[in-house]
C-alpha cells in the first residue's frame, strides 16, 4: 500500500545546519511523480544538488554511476528494484558510500531490522514531517564529511608509511654502507700495518742504494769504455733510484691517511685559534700556492676559537688548500680565499677558489673514499673522506658548494669554545 505524504510545516532549523559543510548530491528515487517533485523541490530549497529517478532501474544506474558520496532517498515500494534490493545492491559494490534513508509508512520491527540488515542508514516514516527530512539529510552529510576525512587521513597515513619505507631503505643502506666502512677500517689497519713493514724495507735498501751510488757510478764510468752497459747503467740507475723513493714518500703516505681514516683518535681536543690553524696552514702549502695570482686572507679580528686537535684541523684546511690550488691549475688567474668567523654559536672556516668548481653529479661523492678527479699518481681520493670524518669527530660539519661567480667554495662549521688557546 503506498504511503502517503504528509508535508507538514516548514522548519526553521534543523538540529544540525547542513550548509556548514559542502552538502552532498542527493538522489530522490520515488515512483510517485507528485510526490517526488516536491521533495526535489524541497530538498533543493535547503542547497542540495539533487538528481531525480521514477523506477528501480533507473535509481540502480545512477547510484552505479556515483563517484562521490551520496544520499539516496529511496521508496521501499520503488518500482522494478525496491529499496531493500537497491540497498543491499550498493552494499558491497566498492564505491563511495551511500547514506540510504528509506521512505515507508511501515513500521514493522522485524521489516526496519531486515533494511538496516541490507545496508539502510535511515527511516523516513511517513506521513513525513520536513524537519525530520532535513534533519536526516544533515546527519547523512555528516557521516560522509567524516567519512571523506577518514579517508584523506588514511591517504596522509599511506603516504607517511611510504615515506617511512623509503627512508627506512635509505637507513639501511646507509648502514650497510657504516657496516662496509668499519670493515675496511678494520682491514685496514692490518693491511697497512704489512704494507708499511714491506715499505721500511724497500726504503732502507732504496737509501742504501743512494748512499753507495756514487761509488758505484764512479766504478762504472770507469768501464763505461769498454762495456756500453756499463754506460747505459751509469745513466739510468739515477732516475730509477729517485722514482723509487719518490713511489716510497707516495705509498707512505697513502698508508698515513688510510691509518688516520680508520683510527678512533685517541688525540684530546683542545681550544684552538682558527686564525692560526689557517696561518700554520699557509706555511705548510707554501708549495702549492706560490703559483696562485692571489690569495686572500680574511681573517676575522675576533680570533674565533674551537675545540679541536690543532694537527688535525690543519690537515683539513691543508687538504682543502691543495685540492684548490689543483683546481685552479693552469687558469690565467686563480685566486684563494680563506676566510674565518662567527655565525651564531659555531666558528666558521671557508676555504674558496675561482676554480671550475664542482660538477653538479660529483657534490655528493666527493666524500666517499676513494672519489676523485685527479690522474692517476695525483689524488687518492681520501682528502675529503678523512676531512669529514675528522671534523666529524671535533663535533662539527663540512660542506661543499659552488660559488655563484664561478669556483668552489668548502666550509667548516665548529662548535665555538672560549678560553685560552691550549687548554
Ligand atoms: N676546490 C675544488 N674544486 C673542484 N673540485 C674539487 C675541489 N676540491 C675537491 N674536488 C674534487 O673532489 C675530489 C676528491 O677530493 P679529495 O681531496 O677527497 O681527493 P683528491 O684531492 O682527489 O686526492 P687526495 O686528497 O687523497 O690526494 C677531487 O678529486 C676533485 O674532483
Ligand atoms: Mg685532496
Not at 539516496?72 to 515500494?77: E, G, K, R, V, Y
Not at 551511500?98 to 531490522?113: C, E, F, G, Q
Amino acid at each position: 500500500m503506498p504511503d502517503t505524504p504528509s508535508y507538514g510545516n516548514s522548519p526553521q532549523s534543523a538540529t544540525e545546519s547542513p550548509h556548514q559543510l559542502k552538502p552532498p548530491k542527493v538522489i530522490v528515487a520515488d515512483g510517485r511523480a507528485d510526490f517526488r517533485t516536491l521533495m526535489v523541490r524541497l530538498i533543493r530549497g535547503w542547497d542540495y544538488e539533487v538528481l531525480e529517478c521514477a523506477d528501480g532501474i533507473a535509481a540502480s544506474e545512477l547510484l552505479a554511476a556515483r563517484t562521490s558520496p551520496c544520499i539516496a532517498l529511496i521508496d521501499w515500494l520503488l518500482p522494478d528494484c525496491d529499496g531493500l534490493c537497491l540497498c543491499r545492491k550498493v552494499q558491497d559494490d566498492g564505491k563511495p558510500l551511500v547514506y540510504a534513508i528509506i521512505v515507508t509508512s511501515r513500521t514493522a520491527r522485524s521489516d526496519l531490522l531486515e533494511n538496516l540488515d541490507a545496508g539502510a542508514n535511515a527511516f523516513l516514516k511517513m506521513p513525513f514531517d520536513t524537519l525530520e527530512l532535513r534533519t536526516h539529510l544533515a546527519v547523512g552529510t555528516r557521516l560522509i564529511a567524516y567519512q571523506q576525512r577518514l579517508e584523506e587521513r588514511n591517504e596522509e597515513m599511506r603516504r607517511f608509511a611510504s615515506n617511512m619505507e623509503e627512508l627506512a631503505s635509505a637507513r639501511a643502506d646507509q648502514l650497510v654502507h657504516a657496516e662496509r666502512m668499519v670493515t675496511i677500517g678494520t682491514l685496514t689497519a692490518g693491511i697497512t700495518h704489512e704494507i708499511n713493514n714491506a715499505m721500511g724495507v724497500i726504503s732502507t735498501n732504496a737509501q742504501l742504494l743512494a748512499h753507495l751510488w756514487p761509488r758505484a757510478q764512479t766504478w762504472l764510468s770507469r768501464h763505461a769504455a769498454d762495456d756500453p752497459q756499463a754506460g747505459m747503467l751509469a745513466n739510468e740507475m739515477p732516475p730509477a733510484i729517485e722514482s723509487i723513493r719518490k713511489g716510497v714518500v707516495r705509498v707512505t703516505n697513502i698508508v698515513k691517511g688510510l691509518r688516520e681514516f680508520s683510527r678512533a683518535s685517541s688525540d684530546q681536543p683542545r681550544i684552538c685559534s682558527v686564525n692560526e690553524v689557517v696561518e700554520e696552514t699557509l706555511g705548510l702549502a707554501m708549495g702549492a700556492t706560490k703559483r696562485l695570482t692571489r690569495v686572500d686572507l680574511q681573517l676575522d679580528a675576533r680570533n674565533p676559537k674551537a675545540a679541536a686537535v690543532q694537527q688535525q684541523l690543519v690537515q683539513v684546511v691543508l687538504n682543502l688548500v691543495v685540492n684548490a690550488c689543483h683546481a685552479m691549475e693552469g687558469q690565467p688567474e686563480s685566486v684563494l680565499v680563506l676566510r674565518t668567523g662567527i655565525e651564531g654559536s659555531h666558528v666558521m672556516l671557508r676555504v674558496e677558489d675561482t676554480g671550475p668548481g664542482i660538477p653538479d653529479a660529483d657534490l655528493g661523492k666527493i666524500w666517499d673514499a676513494f672519489f676523485t678527479t685527479k690522474e692517476c699518481g695525483k689524488g687518492t681520493g681520501l682528502g675529503l673522506a678523512i676531512s669529514r670524518e675528522l671534523v666529524q669527530r671535533m663535533g662539527g660539519s663540512i660542506f661543499a658548494t659552488n660559488r655563484d661567480e664561478g669556483g668552489a667554495c668548502f666550509v667548516i662549521s665548529l662548535p665555538q669554545a672560549n678560553g685560552e688557546p691550549g687548554t
